[in-house]
């Protein structure tokens, strides 16, 4: 078995809509939303390189969420109250959008602009998005109580991570729900995926002052002082960076998330979901 460190590192809290779109779209009207927590594992960097580079749906417009609710712009030239279809990159568990609670973290982001009358998408990368508990509602649910006429929402009841299975591609990936990431390794007797682990985590971790790690903490250190232009900066330098460790010829990211096996479907709730008699219906979220 794998520590929880470990796990937490690469697997831990985004999705995605693929269904009507054109290859390799990119939309002025796509936005993503990071927190603090971005540079807690390789997992949500992972998520925005692939919101980034992905063939089917590109996310332009990159925004960060300060802890104290201010939104500042480090990618792209829309403002955020343009935001149609949203794209959370942040870490999860029941009841918080790392590093704050779902209601306060819905709360800034209508404060900072997100509007009603020009949202259609929510797609969380996060764990356990679409669940709610006895004490916390999910963050689906908490966006569908503030934005109710949001056509789609799309999240997952458990852990969630990407699944390049098929292709070994981290463009090519998908967001999935509950992946049973050990199956292959566990039944098929895979020892591939322990020296992957093993190679990623090493180089996420590495020290060093143009580790990847590193790039990232600069990256979120300007972010924090509403630095625009060196954010901007510190964020194409560490993608550049991330993409020259985890995505060279060894491709040890694309090749690792292949083990995650989509068992469980990304959960789906809204106004205009499609039901088994193919019309459309108001669906609530979990």
């Known amino acids: 078995m794998f520590s929880k460190k470990m796990r937490n590192s690469l697997f831990g809290g985004i999705a995605l809509s693929l269904a009507g779109l054109i290859a390799g779209q990119a ?63 942040s ?9 704050m609670a779902h209601n306060q973290f819905v709360d800034y ?8 009358d020009r949202l259609e998408e929510v797609v969380s990368a996060s764990c356990f998005a ?11 649910r908490v966006f569908q109580s503030n934005f109710p006429a949001l056509k789609k929402l799309r999240g997952a009841t458990g852990p969630a991570t990407l699944s390049s299975i098929g292709t ?29 682990l093993d190679s990623v985590n090493n180089a996420w971790n590495d020290a060093g002052p143009l580790a990847p790690q590193a790039r990232c903490n600069l990256f979120v250190g300007a ?7 060196t954010a901007e900066m510190y964020l194409n330098r560490f993608s550049s960076v991330f993409r020259d460790v985890f995505l060279n010829d060894e491709n040890w990211l694309g090749r690792l998330y292949s083990y995650a096996l989509p068992t469980v479907p990304m959960l789906t709730c809204g106004a205009d979901i499609v039901s088994d008699h193919k019309k459309s219906e108001f669906r609530n979220c979990p």
């Open 27 to 89: 939309n002025a009207s796509n936005f993503v939303v990071i927190t603090s927590s971005f540079c807690q594992g390789v997992y949500v960097p992972s998520v925005l390189e692939w919101a980034r580079t992905n063939g089917v749906k590109k996310y332009e417009n990159i925004f960060y969420l300060k802890d104290n609710g201010d939104v500042v712009r480090v990618a792209g030239t829309n403002e955020f109250r343009d935001t149609q279809s949203l794209l959370v990159a």
């Open 91 to 99: 870490h999860g568990r029941c009841g918080n959008t790392t590093p």
């Open 109 to 116: 982001l209508k404060a900072a602009g997100l509007r009603a």
């Open 130 to 140: 679409a669940q709610s508990t006895q004490r916390d509602d999910s963050l689906l």
């Open 168 to 196: 070994e591609r981290l463009a090519d990936a998908r967001l999935v729900n509950n992946p049973a990431l050990y199956a292959r390794t566990v039944f098929a007797g895979a020892p591939e995926f322990q020296g992957l």
């Open 223 to 229: 972010a924090n002082i509403d630095s625009v232009a």
